[in-house]
């Protein structure tokens, strides 16, 4: 299983607190990580964990938090020989805190000064080693090369659609299966049914349409298989930073599988719902036989 990853990668900084503070006060911060973040990024490591040979392309500035981002994937085993850093620049960062006694979320970041992506930077040729290519639609002009690119070549494309509508719209009809939120898919869309948001999307080329609902599970058409609902597991939330990005890899790794829409949509959130156990996205990722023996179950 050979995946290539392309897109956003970040630093995590994720604080938990009892409450938020008010005015000057000062508030205790019982829990604190720094890890990576993104939603290809995190994908690839979820991957990597499950098994999958992992490639992610990024970029960063040439500072000492780009490394750092590079080390959160380079440590989890994806390859990183084709990132790209932006020389002087100032790299991205998030900082995210959140409210234990109600679950709310306080989240702030900066792109630095890094430039996009160019194409002139990514040699969209690398597709033709992967058995799957996962973008998240941040760098439009590089990945919707990449995704004709292996659509020709009949490799899977999972595209994370959560970003500039207007740059999506290309990007969706060369997807093989669209992620979305139910909120970035209504508006994409501009409807409200559930199955009518995946019909939707699927008018616009992709085979597989997913709509993620948070705490109700998700739903997703596909043309083979109809329309699915799959409810979401209860747990005990401590942070949903990242859950999405767990599930986005899930995803790519039910793709992989071949697996039928019930078990990858099980698996996708059964894997969301155990990042949302601790802090960040990457702290939590359960193991691949954990998780498929809960969904056997």
């Known amino acids: 299983m050979r995946v290539l990853s392309v897109g956003h990668c970040t630093l995590d900084h994720i604080g938990l607190v009892e409450y938020f503070a008010r005015d000057d006060e000062e508030v205790e911060m019982p829990t604190f990580s720094v890890q990576g973040g993104g939603a290809a990024a995190t994908a690839a490591v979820a991957l990597a964990r499950w098994g999958a040979s992992t490639r992610f392309i990024g970029k960063v500035g040439d500072d000492q938090r780009g490394e750092r981002i590079e080390r959160?994937?380079?440590?989890?085993?994806?390859?990183?020989d084709h990132f790209v850093y932006d020389k002087g620049k100032i790299s991205q960062v998030r900082f995210v805190l959140v409210e234990a006694s109600s679950g709310d979320r306080h989240a702030y970041s900066t792109p630095g000064n890094v430039g996009s992506l160019q194409s002139e930077e990514v040699?969209?040729?690398?597709?033709d080693d992967h058995d799957l290519l996962i973008v998240d639609g941040v760098f439009p002009e590089v990945t919707t090369a990449m995704m004709?690119?292996?659509r020709k070549s009949d490799i899977?494309?999972?595209?994370?659609?959560?970003?500039?509508?207007?740059?999506l719209t290309e990007c969706i009809s060369h997807a093989s299966v669209v992620v979305a939120s139910e909120r970035e898919a209504s508006a994409?869309?501009?409807?409200?049914?559930?199955?009518?948001?995946?019909?939707?999307?699927?008018?616009?080329?992709p085979d597989v349409a997913i709509v993620t609902l948070g705490d109700?599970?998700?739903?997703?058409?596909?043309?083979?298989?109809?329309?699915?609902?799959?409810?979401?597991?209860?747990?005990?939330?401590?942070?949903?930073?990242?859950?999405?990005?767990?599930f986005l890899g899930a995803v790519g790794l039910g793709v992989l599988q071949k697996w039928g829409l019930e078990k990858l949509i099980g698996f996708a959130n059964a894997?969301?719902?155990?990042?949302?156990?601790?802090?960040?996205?990457?702290?939590?990722?359960?193991?691949?036989?954990?998780?498929e023996s809960e969904i056997a179950g």
């Open 72 to 80: 959160t994937l380079s440590d989890e085993g994806v390859a990183t």
């Open 156 to 167: 899977p494309v999972v595209l994370k659609a959560d970003h500039d509508r207007e740059a």
């Open 188 to 205: 994409f869309t501009g409807v409200g049914r559930l199955e009518g948001i995946c019909e939707a999307f699927l008018e616009r080329g």
């Open 216 to 246: 109700e599970g998700a739903v997703a058409l596909s043309r083979n298989e109809g329309f699915t609902r799959v409810g979401a597991r209860s747990i005990k939330m401590v942070d949903p930073t990242g859950a999405a990005d767990v």
């Open 123 to 127: 040699d969209s040729g690398l597709v």
């Open 148 to 150: 004709k690119r292996a």
């Open 271 to 291: 894997a969301a719902a155990v990042a949302c156990t601790g802090p960040g996205g990457r702290s939590s990722i359960a193991d691949r036989a954990t998780l």
